[in-house]
């Protein structure tokens, strides 16, 4: 009888998998995996293999106890990390508390926030799966109620804003962006932010990194999309300065993002991301007749992720939207992936990915085929569907590893066999 097989280095008992879960089993004992779906081929990034090209999409969960993870944390990622994820994101995580959207989102801005995430990490690394984070600052759009406190899906209820107040632990009076233009009536002012500001959010960042680096996590996502911080930055809809960090130029806008990623860059030398919005969907084009930029878009977004392209960004996490208040997005499926196959054409070299709508492995799959991108990261079909990289391969006819406790749920994808249903 072979040995029990145990997860060697692991502060507790764990069943080892081999292969790991989420990954192929070699071809002599499953014909059937012979031509593997690129879904399914693995991605190195500076020097860091991702075993398949399924990334968690990074989720606010809206469930942290003063910026620190709880045990919902650990089942919700516990729950990707047991399925076949090639690899899963946090969600958005403050740099500072007042960067926080509401009061119950994540933070890494002190060291005791760290041991909670430390816990995850190693339960996730015990099942072969990687993990990172997303760090974030909300900026104007900080100090809100979470979404199931606004309103509930029904619509039986709504508040009358979306803001909240100081008398129950939200900070409105002191959110900050790069100018004064709220979100919306129904959001905070925003204070625009002065160089002392901007160097103190850099400098928090820099320390967020740095307890990344004791957490374990093995990649960063630095938030620059859906109307945060960053991008708030660089749209010319939220950002009116007069100073060398913003207004019509796009240099301007861009100054301080970069700034901030180069310094990210040079305090972390594993994967790094950036989340992007190519568009702000606002009404109008993009740039006006006379060469005035009137919103954040394609273009732009190419010269920016150019400039990513050279601080030695390793992929570009392509999405749309939240900066707008009026923005009008035709959804349907797949909507964001033009936005991200317009990049990966014009930066061939750099990892790029896709999200949005992606619920179904053949779609998952022409997209990665046909060199869009590199990698599809999901949210709404994995809170549906944890185990989707199993139901993928079983769908495009190829075998690979189930968690060891949950083999015998996937006897049919088990079954070794020489003709393959793609
Ligand atoms: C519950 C929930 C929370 C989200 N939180 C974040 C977040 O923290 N950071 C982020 O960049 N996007 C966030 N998003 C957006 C998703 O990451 C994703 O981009 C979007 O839902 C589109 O992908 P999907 O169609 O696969 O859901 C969230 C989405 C959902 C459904």
């Not at 994540?106 to 339960?123: E, H, S, T, Y």
């Not at 009116?240 to 990623?261: K, S, V």
């Not at 996490?317 to 009008?328: A, E, I, M, N, R």
């Not at 061939?348 to 709508?357: D, F, K, M, R, W």
Request: aromatic fraction near 10%; include cysteine; charge should be negative.
């Amino acid at each position: 009888m072979p040995s029990y097989n145990l997860v060697r280095g692991a502060d507790q008992f764990y069943a080892a998998n081999e292969p790991p879960i989420g990954t192929p089993y070699p071809e002599d004992v499953y014909p059937q995996n012979a031509q593997l779906p690129v879904l399914f081929q693995p991605l190195m990034l500076r020097g860091t293999t991702f075993k398949n090209r399924i990334i968690v999409s990074p989720m606010c969960q809206y469930s942290s106890d003063h910026g620190s993870a709880t045990d919902w944390h650990l089942v919700h990622i516990g729950g990707f990390a047991t399925r076949g994820a090639g690899a899963i994101c946090m969600e958005a995580t403050a740099v500072v508390p007042e960067g926080r959207i509401s009061p119950q989102d994540a933070g890494l801005w002190l060291d005791k926030q760290i041991a909670p995430l430390q816990r995850i990490v190693k339960f996730v690394h015990a099942h072969d799966t990687l993990i990172g984070v997303q760090l974030s600052h909300a900026g104007r759009k900080s100090s809100t109620i979470a979404p199931w406190m606004h309103s509930d899906s029904a619509k039986t209820r709504k508040a009358a804003s979306w803001i909240h107040p100081k008398e129950e632990g939200g900070w409105p009076d002191g959110v900050y962006g790069p100018s004064d233009i709220a979100f919306s009536p129904e959001y905070p002012t925003p204070k625009p932010m002065d160089e002392d500001r901007m160097l103190y959010v850099e400098d928090e960042w820099i320390q967020a990194v740095e307890r990344c680096k004791t957490v374990g996590y093995d990649f960063i996502e630095i938030h620059a999309a859906h109307g945060y911080l960053l991008h708030q930055y660089l749209s010319p809809l939220s950002n009116t300065r007069t100073d060398e960090f913003g207004g019509a130029p796009l240099e301007n806008r861009m100054r301080w993002p970069l700034r901030l990623l180069a310094r990210i860059r040079a305090a972390w030398d594993k994967p790094l991301f950036v989340r992007v919005s190519a568009t702000d969907w606002a009404e109008g084009p993009e740039r006006d007749a006379d060469g005035t930029w009137r919103q954040w878009g394609p273009e732009q977004t190419k010269v920016f992720v150019g400039e990513l392209q050279n601080i030695g960004i390793d992929l570009i996490d392509v999405s749309t939207g939240g900066l707008w208040v009026h923005q009008k997005i035709p959804v349907e499926p797949g909507y964001q992936v033009p936005f991200a196959e317009k990049i990966k054409k014009v930066y061939p070299n750099l990892s790029i990915g896709t999200v949005g709508l992606i619920t179904d492995p053949l779609q998952a799959e022409s997209y990665l085929r046909d060199g869009k991108a590199d990698v599809v990261f999901l949210a709404r079909e994995l809170i549906r569907t944890p185990e989707w990289p199993l139901l993928a391969a079983r769908k495009l006819g190829i075998a690979i590893k189930p968690a060891n406790q949950h083999e015998r749920g996937w006897a049919e994808m088990l079954t070794p066999r020489l003709d393959s249903t793609m």
